[in-house]
């Protein structure tokens, strides 16, 4: 099902579901709730065992370390491993989730996304009453890590796609690749890749205490060396089992794979988890070679910042030749302006919280005679102005007598101005309240575009002052 745009709509889960296991790090029993979300929710997990119940958002300004795992922290407040879950949401296709824990870190279950995946079909999928926000790539981006030779690029595709490619350079497990060709393939090729570590790194967390809710269910253990006896006696004390060997493909004998390239799939599902933290959806083809939480979140966050640039630079279509709510006339005669110093030609758009107007740029206006006259350009505080008196029709349509009153600048803030404006141009003007009109003042974010793209924008704040007397 698609909105009315061609876009497809946006998606929540249809009731609430819990999970309960162990965390990894923390060897504590927690709790998982996911619950719907309303539309342009993203993904945000709440601490409900702390009080205030305090909301972090999957936001990738929130990582604080990649050690063991995606961490973020807001206010001091921590979630530790969050990939595996972001994974499972995003690989289902939801868009809007609220995901409550009990303790800082999700349920290890058996290290993979496959529990949590179907947990959220339980749930069911509900299709929301807007579009969905979507990253379209339309150039090649790339972030690559210097010191340890990682790589993420994506490129423009009609779809998310995902390869990722490790070399671990050891015997017993080399070079790997996997991919995900589109997300309805998540569950069934991806979700069930569980986590691995090799037999070096779980001495290490062993000795340092950092893996109590890791039995040997929930990890692949690749071994990379010899296993001397010490290291058997603390493997059998730590998963209690009575005996613990090597299989011949180099794995301990705990479990069997899933896939022969399971630890090249579960480095992909880490990820589409990592990458969860853009807060908007992508549609390109990610090829990750050698990724890690570090590189993913490094690359993450420059999506992100190029998002959040696309989206303040993002022109809104604007039908030019429908007709206006109000013409020259009419806008004449609200305000007092007159030309050569009226800057509006007529209002597209008029509600309680916002106005679009519009001007013809010519070679006929008078500044042009003696700004820059070999090379016209209208002047920046011109396009300020125009933008001014469009906001004055926002301002003075509150009043049933508009015609009594004056609006005055109080103050200009933020002015950028990032494109020139040249005779021929059609200069479009969009002004939003940032806050609700009180005792006459009004205070309005202005946009100015011209062949598509945003040229001026402005924080403006004005006051209606009466005139004449009744």
């Known amino acids: 099902m698609e909105a009315n745009n061609g876009i497809p709509k946006q998606r929540t889960i249809g009731k609430e579901v819990s999970l309960t296991g162990v965390g990894l790090h923390t060897g504590k029993e927690v709790t998982i709730t996911f619950k719907p979300a309303p539309i342009d929710h993203g993904y945000a997990f709440v601490r409900v065992d702390l009080e205030g119940n305090p909301v972090i958002e999957a936001d990738v300004n929130y990582v604080v370390n990649?050690?063991?795992?995606?961490?973020?922290?807001?206010?001091?407040?921590?979630?530790?491993?969050?990939?595996?879950?972001?994974?499972?949401?995003?690989?289902?296709?939801?868009?809007?989730?609220?995901?409550?824990?009990?303790?800082?870190?999700?349920?290890?279950?058996?290290?993979?996304?496959?529990?949590?995946?179907?947990?959220?079909?339980?749930?069911?999928?509900?299709?929301?009453?807007?579009?969905?926000?979507?990253?379209?790539?339309?150039?090649?981006?790339?972030?690559?890590?210097?010191?340890?030779?990682?790589?993420?690029?994506?490129?423009?595709?009609?779809?998310?796609?995902?390869?990722?490619?490790?070399?671990?350079?050891?015997?017993?497990?080399?070079?790997?690749?996997?991919?995900?060709?589109?997300?309805?393939?998540?569950?069934?090729?991806?979700?069930?890749?569980?986590?691995?570590?090799?037999?070096?790194e779980l001495e290490m967390l062993l000795e340092n205490g950092l893996i109590k809710g890791g039995d040997l269910n929930n990890a692949i253990v690749y071994v990379d060396k010899e296993l001397s006896d010490d290291t058997m006696a603390r493997l059998r004390h730590a998963f209690k089992k009575d005996n613990i060997a090597v299989k011949p493909n180099g794995i301990l004998d705990n479990l069997t794979l899933h896939h022969p390239n399971e630890a090249a799939r579960h480095k992909l599902l880490d990820v589409v988890g990592d990458l969860a933290l853009v807060g908007t959806r992508i549609r390109g083809k990610v090829i990750a070679n050698k990724p890690g939480h570090y590189v993913n979140t490094q690359f993450a966050k420059k999506l992100a910042k190029l998002i959040k640039i696309e989206k303040r630079n993002k022109v809104p279509k604007f039908d030019l030749h429908k007709e206006p709510?109000?013409?020259?006339?009419?806008?004449?005669?609200?305000?007092?302006?007159?030309?050569?110093?009226?800057?509006?030609?007529?209002?597209?758009?008029?509600?309680?919280?916002?106005?679009?107007?519009?001007?013809?740029?010519?070679?006929?206006?008078?500044?042009?005679?003696?700004?820059?006259?070999?090379?016209?350009?209208?002047?920046?505080?011109?396009?300020?102005?125009?933008?001014?008196?469009?906001?004055?029709?926002?301002?003075?349509?509150?009043?049933?007598?508009?015609?009594?009153?004056?609006?005055?600048?109080?103050?200009?803030?933020?002015?950028?101005?990032?494109?020139?404006?040249?005779?021929?141009?059609?200069?479009?003007?969009?002004?939003?309240?940032?806050?609700?009109?009180?005792?006459?003042?009004?205070?309005?974010?202005?946009?100015?575009?011209?062949?598509?793209?945003?040229v001026t924008e402005a924080e403006l704040m004005a006051q209606i002052v009466k005139t004449k007397n009744d």
């Open 66 to 200: 990649t050690q063991r795992g995606t961490n973020l922290e807001k206010r001091g407040v921590k979630i530790q491993t969050s990939e595996h879950v972001l994974a499972a949401l995003v690989g289902m296709e939801v868009d809007n989730c609220i995901i409550e824990l009990n303790a800082s870190e999700p349920p290890i279950m058996d290290g993979s996304s496959k529990f949590f995946v179907e947990a959220i079909e339980k749930a069911g999928i509900v299709e929301q009453e807007a579009p969905r926000n979507e990253f379209v790539v339309t150039e090649v981006i790339s972030y690559t890590d210097e010191e340890s030779g990682s790589e993420i690029t994506v490129i423009p595709s009609e779809e998310y796609q995902v390869t990722a490619m490790v070399d671990f350079g050891t015997k017993v497990l080399g070079t790997q690749n996997a991919s995900l060709k589109q997300l309805s393939d998540f569950k069934q090729e991806i979700s069930d890749a569980r986590t691995f570590s090799f037999l070096h």
């Open 325 to 454: 709510v109000k013409d020259v006339n009419e806008i004449m005669a609200m305000l007092p302006h007159r030309p050569p110093f009226l800057l509006v030609d007529k209002i597209l758009e008029l509600s309680d919280s916002h106005v679009v107007g519009l001007k013809n740029v010519t070679m006929n206006e008078p500044y042009f005679v003696g700004h820059f006259p070999g090379a016209p350009v209208m002047p920046g505080v011109l396009i300020v102005e125009a933008m001014a008196q469009t906001g004055g029709i926002l301002a003075l349509s509150t009043v049933p007598d508009p015609e009594n009153y004056l609006t005055f600048f109080m103050k200009i803030n933020n002015v950028k101005f990032k494109q020139q404006v040249n005779p021929g141009d059609t200069l479009v003007f969009k002004l939003d309240l940032i806050t609700p009109i009180r005792r006459g003042i009004v205070h309005m974010q202005g946009n100015a575009y011209a062949n598509d793209k945003l």
